[in-house]
C-alpha cells in the first residue's frame, strides 16, 4: 500500500508541473504545425488543452479495464471543471464580463452532463444510443465552433527551438504520469470497497490539478472556453470510447429497437443540420435550432425508458 502511495504522489506531481504551463506551448504548436482541415484542427486543440483528462481516462479503458471506474473519472472531471470556473470567475472579475457569451456551450454542457447521468441511472445494457447521440453532440459543436486557422502564436520568452523542445517534454511526461497514476489507482482497488471513490475522488483531481494553477496567476492560463471545450472534449468523445471498448456490440447491435432508431434519427438530424450550415452564413438561429433538436432527442430517450 505505501508503494503505490508513492507511486500516486510521484505520477501526479508530474502531471502537475508538466501541465501547469501546458496550454502555451499547445497553442505555439499548434499555430506553428498549420493544420488545414478545421474539424482536425478543432480536435487536436481540444486534446492538447485537455491533455492530462484525456490521458488518465484513456489509461482507465486500457489499464484498469472497468468501465465504472472511467465513468466516475469522466463525472468527476466535468464537476471540478465547473469548480474550477468558479473560482475564476471569483478571483478573476474581468473574465465575468465574458461569461455570458458562452451560454450556448454551458447550456451544451449541462445537457451532456445530464445524459451522462442516464448512462450511470441505466446501465451499459441500454446506453449505447446515449454515447452515440454524446458523439453527434460533440461533432455538432466542433462543426460549429473550429478552431480559427490563423490562431495567434503566444508570447514566449524563449526560443521557437526551447519551445518545442518542453512541448514534446511535457507532452511525454504527462502521458508517463498518467500511466503512473492509473497503475496504482488499479493496485488500490484491492483495498478500495468502490471503484467510484478511485474515479471520483482520486484520478479525476489529479487529472484537473494543472488548472488549478491558475487560480493563483493574474491572467489565468487555462480561460473558461478552454475550460468548458476539456468538458465537451471529455463527455462527448471519451464516453463514446468507453463504451466502443467495452461494449461495441452494445453500441453497434444488441439494444432496443426504439433506442436503436432514435439514435439513427438523431445522428441524421445533426448532419441535415451541419449541411445547411454550409449555406448560410447567419449560424446563431440555427446553433439554438441544433441544440433543441439535441435536447428533443434527450428527452425523447428519457420516456423510453
Same mark, same amino acid.
Given at each position: ?15 502537475? !508541473? ?12 499548434? @499555430? ?11 480536435? &487536436?486543440?481540444?486534446?492538447?488543452? +485537455?491533455?492530462? #483528462?484525456?490521458?488518465? /481516462? ?28 468558479? $473560482? ?18 454551458? &447550456? ?16 451499459? *445494457? ?22 480559427? #486557422? &490563423?490562431?495567434?502564436?503566444?508570447? *514566449? #520568452? /524563449?526560443?521557437?527551438? %526551447? ?7 511535457? &507532452?511525454?511526461? /504527462? !502521458?508517463? +504520469? ?16 468502490? $471503484? ?17 494553477? @491558475? ?10 472556453? +478552454?475550460?468548458?471545450?476539456?468538458? /465537451?472534449? %471529455? ?13 461495441? =456490440? %452494445? ?12 439514435? *439513427? #434519427? ?20 440555427? =446553433?439554438?435550432?441544433?441544440? *433543441? ?13
Amino acid at each position: 500500500m505505501p508503494k503505490c502511495w508513492i507511486q500516486l504522489i510521484t505520477g501526479s506531481l508530474v502531471i502537475f !508541473f508538466a501541465g501547469k504551463n501546458y496550454p502555451l506551448y499547445a497553442n505555439f504548436f499548434i @499555430s506553428q504545425i498549420k493544420i488545414k482541415s478545421p474539424l482536425l484542427r478543432t480536435i &487536436t486543440w481540444q486534446i492538447l488543452h +485537455g491533455l492530462p #483528462e484525456f490521458c488518465i /481516462i484513456l489509461s482507465t479503458i486500457s489499464i484498469i479495464n472497468q468501465p465504472d471506474i472511467s465513468l466516475a473519472t469522466v463525472l468527476g472531471i466535468s464537476l471540478l471543471n465547473f469548480a474550477i470556473m468558479a $473560482s475564476i470567475l471569483l478571483t478573476h472579475q474581468k473574465e465575468a464580463k465574458n461569461f455570458f457569451s458562452l451560454l450556448f456551450i454551458v &447550456t451544451f454542457l449541462f445537457l451532456l452532463v445530464f445524459s451522462l447521468g442516464l448512462k450511470i441511472s441505466l446501465g451499459f *445494457l441500454k446506453v449505447g444510443l446515449a454515447s452515440m447521440l454524446m458523439l453527434a453532440g460533440y461533432v455538432m459543436y466542433i462543426r460549429l465552433f473550429p478552431v480559427s #486557422e &490563423t490562431l495567434e502564436s503566444p508570447k *514566449l #520568452e /524563449i526560443t521557437h527551438s %526551447v519551445a518545442y523542445v518542453r512541448f514534446i517534454l511535457a &507532452t511525454l511526461l /504527462i !502521458f508517463i +504520469g498518467a500511466g503512473q497514476v492509473v497503475y496504482a489507482a488499479k493496485a488500490m482497488l484491492k483495498y478500495t470497497p468502490s $471503484s467510484y471513490l478511485i474515479g471520483s475522488f482520486l484520478l479525476a483531481p489529479i487529472a484537473c490539478c494543472p488548472k488549478l494553477s @491558475s487560480l493563483w496567476k493574474r491572467e489565468p492560463i487555462f480561460d473558461l472556453k +478552454g475550460i468548458l471545450e476539456t468538458n /465537451i472534449l %471529455v463527455l462527448g468523445l471519451l464516453v463514446f470510447l468507453i463504451d466502443f471498448f467495452h461494449y461495441p =456490440s %452494445v453500441i453497434f447491435g444488441h439494444t432496443n429497437h426504439n433506442l436503436f432508431y432514435l439514435a *439513427l #434519427e438523431g445522428l441524421i438530424l445533426s448532419l441535415l443540420y451541419l449541411g445547411i450550415i454550409k449555406w448560410f452564413t447567419y449560424q446563431k438561429f440555427l =446553433s439554438s435550432i441544433m441544440l *433543441l433538436v439535441y435536447i428533443g432527442s434527450v428527452f425523447c430517450f428519457i420516456n423510453l425508458r
